[in-house]
């Protein structure tokens, strides 16, 4: 998988996105931080629209995105079709939701989740492949869906 990731967030995502930028990048990733870049109040939907945009343009292949919860920027990016955006409090949603969902965004709350949590589930997020076979099946479906 390429070491470009995009990062995106509204205020309430704002601090913990900032920090995942700076680990990511010490870590060897190219980080693509679509903002927001203040602390001010922004919209989530437009923000996961940034995002939305971002992989269909193919300027990254996953991406991260934050809000208070992670749940409001979780509903918006999948309503575009070709986003699986996988809400993970842990390890375990981290890995799965690439194995089985073969998730292209990761959310995260940045009201409910802690910094190092945060950094685990961006790291597995990024190290992990999808296992296909009968989840690539479900998936497909996924796509179909009206
Ligand atoms: C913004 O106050 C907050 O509603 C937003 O960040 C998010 O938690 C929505 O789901």
Do not use: W
Request: aromatic share 6%.
């Amino acid at each position: 998988m390429s070491k470009k990731i995009a990062l995106a967030s509204d205020h309430g995502g704002f601090e913990l996105k900032n920090l995942l930028a700076e680990k990511l990048k010490k870590d060897g990733y190219e980080v693509l931080d679509m903002g927001t870049h203040t602390p001010d109040s922004v919209d989530y939907p437009d923000i996961a629209a940034l995002m939305a945009d971002a992989i269909k343009t193919a300027q990254a292949e996953r991406g991260i995105l934050l809000c208070g919860t992670g749940i409001g920027i979780s509903i918006a990016a999948n309503r575009f079709p070709f986003i699986r955006a996988a809400l993970v409090h842990d390890a375990f949603g981290a890995r799965l939701c690439r194995q089985h969902n073969n998730a292209n965004v990761l959310v995260l709350g940045g009201r409910t989740t802690g910094v190092e949590v945060a950094y685990e589930c961006a790291e597995i997020f990024l190290n992990t492949d999808f296992l296909g076979d009968r989840h690539a099946r479900r998936v497909e479906k996924l796509s179909h869906m009206c």
